[in-house]
């Protein structure tokens, strides 16, 4: 297995010296599953955005759960695995799930449930393909109707993945089940020296965590077709002595007419995504927030090798 992750996480500073069951799990499925869902119910904090739009994750994002008996969970959250692989970004999604699974202790794969499909398979064949522990999390327990659908779902599961570990149904919406997810993965992962220190739940920057939260309210706000080609970065994350954050953020699209798009009829969309991005941040970063957003064309970013590493994709998520 890789030690890309846990060699040097191993020996951070802070990290207790006792040993303890810890290490990465991936976790993966098809798009729209509600992995950004449960690494957030998991957490106890909005790490990764969420929208009912596919491919809203586009990066790996960690997750750190720490329990009460010292075992450290390390969540990886990946983009959604899907077949279009025609453009850079599309590519760089599925390579950051893929990488993901081969640098994991264990693999959890999500599925809905309350609609199984082939796509599912095909990922479940990934993550047996892989050699690593496999627990099949069935989520949105909460969808399937009548209750006692629930349990033909579960029997298919396992009539078809009998390599997996566990197979637990859940609701991450809900927090249903949860600790039985956890319960089931401990036994699962390596013991050793802490991974991460008490106090740490990702290894994103709060400039990632912004951007997201203004992707976010932009993806929820636009028409179908845009939301793939935007991106957001971070200009400006600076806290004045008052104690109020100054944030200013550039909008990129891929064409000019996506411009006007974004703005809306006399700015209204903007100004709409500017207000709800507000509140967010001020949840996230605790304090009062002045935003500033403009919106910047890069023609065909996403289709753009050097302006994805610009713009902050990379190979490694």
Known sequence: MSDSHSRPLAAMEGAPDEPV????????GRPNVGKSTLLNALIGSRLSIVTAKPHTTRQRILGVVHR??????????TPGLHERRSRPLNRLMNDAARQAMHDADVILVLVDASRLSEDDASVLEAAFDSGRPVVIGANKTDRVRPRDALLPVLAELGARWPAAAAIVPLSARR????????????????????LFPPDMITDRDL??????QIREKL??????????????????????????????????????????????????????????????LIELLGGPVHLELWVQERRDWSRDERALRELGYSGEG
Not at 21 to 28: E, N, P, Q, V
Not at 207 to 212: G, I
């Open 68 to 77: 009460e008996d010292g075992s450290q969970l390390a969540f990886v959250d």
């Open 219 to 280: 993806m929820i706000q636009l028409r179908d077709e845009l939301p793939y080609g935007i991106a957001v970065t971070v200009e400006q994350l600076v806290r004045e002595q008052s104690g109020r954050w100054q944030v200013a953020a550039a909008i990129w699209v891929e064409q000019s007419r996506h411009k006007g798009m974004v703005i809306g009829r006399g700015g209204q969309l903007l100004k709409t995504v500017g207000t709800q991005a507000r509140q967010a």
């Open 21 to 28: 069951s810890g290490g990465f799990i991936a976790l993966i």
């Open 175 to 194: 927090h249903d089940n949860l600790e039985r997810l956890l319960d089931a993965l401990v036994p699962l992962l390596p013991e050793g020296p802490a």
């Open 207 to 212: 400039a990632y965590r912004v951007a997201e």
